[in-house]
């Protein structure tokens, strides 16, 4: 295989990159001439077409009607724009569905879901995947070699799932690729609770609507099943690509932490991640929660340069009540992502929809058109991004990672356990926080990665741990690495049957301490200090015993509430409950303190987020104040071209983007 195709392919000759979606076939032919001279005046160099085009691609079954396309592909390649050109299927057009019901998606309740919205397909259905490969490899044949295709783009957003009959006969096909027989299955499932055993493959199904609660691991598996059989959707449209393009690289766009596709597992099998980013305005925690998601992308492509494929810029429609971006917002939100690693920043969409479900959602061209406050900020912000070009293919250090599963995530949240105010998500970003706070930088890594270049690895919440991740994390703390391991963690095995004897069983031994008792509360409970001081935590706490490590911070009821042990050359913390996050906070800092990890700078005003790129210090003031940040060395900043030192204030919405001096 020659040189790994990914975002140096694109930005290579054209720096980073800046756009959105481009949707001409929603307009007249008049208006694309006039798309295009926007285009470049607002600096755009690539345009995500085709996303939805597959009934204008195909207006009935077998036809075709590239003609519209090819004067898109044309004008785009004459305007030096690049393309992502999108393969269709995530929206088959009615007369699919109409023709051949049985590739409509079924829910729990063996409801069929109608065509008249989107994404209505059975991913298992055999006739809708002969048919999205038949408009592919038509539509590679076409653009195979065409001077605008510089990217590929598949599918949309993906995460439907199908109870019908060939979904269930796909579900069994699938489990016994796992258990071999049904013997395996029926153990694995523990049938032998409430009489569920089976005695013949037919009788096993997808997890349908029931009376009472679903069991566990059937449940596990079918989540399990559901990303593994988009995922082979994507890899035949993938290969089908790989084949005719071979230089072309291949994406999908991710959803940040969304639950239904495992995308450590399917990052692997695309040359570029990208993700759609859509902060909700009226979250305090929108920016930690953006960083989050941004640096989960960058440890998706392991370290390497991502895209932000889709953010607004301003209002969506799709929550009840959608806010505007005030002045400056598009433009710090759009940097921010700079900053954490992605080479590429663009929109949903290019110019707003007349008509369509999204015909409220903010785009780059308004309604209003684009003599207007909105579209002058996008065609500063693309113009403004050509004195950044240097940022792009820069690696975003980190010496810390936190671990994040995506079959544990599936296992924790099912119905039928302790609490379920216990949330995966919620629990990493509880975590992510006050790293966030002090500027410190993050690797998002699976549970079985290699931890050796860490100082600090977190584990939120690891419910679900196999043995060989546990046996890798306490050889990580042994050797000389700080481990934090949140509460309710090893709990279960890969098949989820909880480990008996005191938990959490795998890890007891590292963390120097074990627990016989969860204990949910109904509020708030008061924690001491071992040093002096209380704090609150809320909902969980556990019976524990020290087994060798100290008590950090108890209950004010008695029981260790925070353990730190020395573990071989390491230490391993573990919090027993959740705690208000001032608290969380101080642990963070004293975990920081055992690793010899710093921010970015020290002393952040609140609000202000620092992070390294390369050699540049982003400075991004997310706070509704001006901010002073102390900076240590004589700097240039790269938006204005002036000197900075000692001191640089930010006003609100306002970034600085440092290169220090010689
Ligand atoms: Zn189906």
Request: charged content about 20%.
């Amino acid at each position: 295989m020659t040189a790994r195709l990914g975002m140096h392919t694109l930005t290579g000759d054209r720096g980073l990159l800046f756009g959105g979606d481009y949707n001409p076939e929603q307009w007249p032919e008049e208006v694309w001439a006039e798309d295009a001279e926007l285009m470049n005046a607002a600096g755009i160099n690539l345009v995500t077409v085709g996303v939805f085009s597959w009934a204008r691609l195909e207006p009935e079954p077998g036809a075709r009607d590239f003609g519209w396309l090819d004067r898109v592909m044309d004008l785009m390649a004459g305007a030096g724009i690049a393309v992502d050109l999108a393969t269709p299927t995530a929206s088959p057009p009615p007369w699919l569905g109409h023709r051949w019901p049985a590739t409509l998606p079924v829910d729990e309740s063996g409801h069929r879901l109608w065509y008249g919205s989107r994404n209505q397909f059975c991913p298992s259905s055999p006739l809708y995947r002969e048919r999205a490969l038949a408009i592919v490899t038509d539509l590679a044949d076409r653009y195979a070699g065409h001077p605008a295709l510089a990217l590929w783009h598949i599918g949309n957003e993906y995460g439907q799932f199908c109870h019908c009959d060939d979904s269930a006969a796909a579900f069994r096909a699938w489990l016994h690729g796992r258990y071999g027989d049904l013997d395996t299955l029926n153990e694995a499932w523990g049938t032998t609770f409430w009489s569920q055993r089976y005695s013949d493959w037919t009788e096993v199904i997808t997890p349908r609507r029931a009376p009472y609660i679903i069991n566990p691991t059937q449940q596990l598996d079918w989540q399990r099943f559901c990303s593994d059989a988009l995922l082979a959707c994507f890899r035949a449209e993938r290969d089908v690509l790989r084949e005719r393009t071979p230089d072309v690289p291949i994406t999908t766009n991710f959803m940040g932490l969304f639950k239904p596709v495992d995308s450590w597992a399917w990052a692997a099998e695309e040359d570029i991640v990208s993700n759609d980013w859509y902060p909700e305005p009226g979250d305090p925690l929108s920016p930690a929660r953006t960083a989050l998601a941004h640096d989960l992308m960058r440890g998706l492509g392991q370290g390497r340069p991502w895209l932000l494929m889709e953010q607004s810029t301003s209002a969506v429609n799709w929550r009840p009540h959608n806010l505007p971006k005030p002045p400056g917002q598009l433009r710090l939100e759009s940097l921010q992502a700079l900053a954490r690693g992605a080479d590429g920043l663009c929109y949903f969409q290019w110019r707003a929809s007349r008509f369509g479900a999204e015909r409220f959602h903010a785009a780059m061209v308004p309604h209003a058109g684009p003599d207007t406050r909105l579209h002058a900020e996008v065609r500063a912000h693309g113009q403004e991004l050509r004195k950044l070009a240097s940022v792009a293919g820069q690696p975003v250090p980190a010496r810390v990672a936190m671990v994040f599963d995506w079959t544990s995530w599936w296992a924790l949240e099912e119905r039928g356990r302790p609490s379920d105010r216990l949330n995966a998500a919620d629990q990493l970003l509880a975590y992510y926080v006050p790293l966030w706070e002090r500027g410190v930088s993050v690797d998002l890594v699976p549970p079985d990665a290699d931890l050796s270049a860490y100082a600090l690895v977190v584990v939120p919440n690891l419910f679900l741990v196999s043995d060989r991740d546990a046996a890798a994390l306490t050889a990580y703390a042994r050797g000389g690495g700080v481990l934090v391991v949140g509460p309710f963690s090893g709990v279960v095995d890969p098949n989820a049957h909880i480990r008996t004897g005191r938990f959490p069983a795998p890890l007891r031994a590292v963390l120097g301490a074990s627990g016989e008792e969860w204990q949910p509360v109904a509020g708030e409970v008061r924690c001491r200090w071992a040093g002096g001081g209380e704090f609150t935590a809320h909902t969980w706490t556990e019976l524990m015993t020290a087994e060798g490590a100290e008590t950090v911070a108890e209950f004010s009821g008695g029981g260790p509430a925070v353990l730190r042990h020395r573990a071989g050359d390491g230490v391993a913390w573990y919090v027993a409950t959740m705690p208000e996050p001032a608290a969380l906070g101080e642990i963070t800092a004293r975990a920081l303190a055992d690793a010899g990890v710093r921010g970015a700078l020290p002393d952040l005003p609140p609000g202000v987020e620092a992070v390294r790129r390369g050699e540049v210090l982003f400075l991004l003031n997310h706070g509704p104040e001006p901010a002073s940040v102390p900076i240590p060395d004589a700097a240039e900043d790269l938006l204005t071209g002036a000197a900075a030192e000692g001191l640089v204030t930010l006003a609100p919405r306002a970034v600085a983007v440092l290169r220090p001096h010689g």
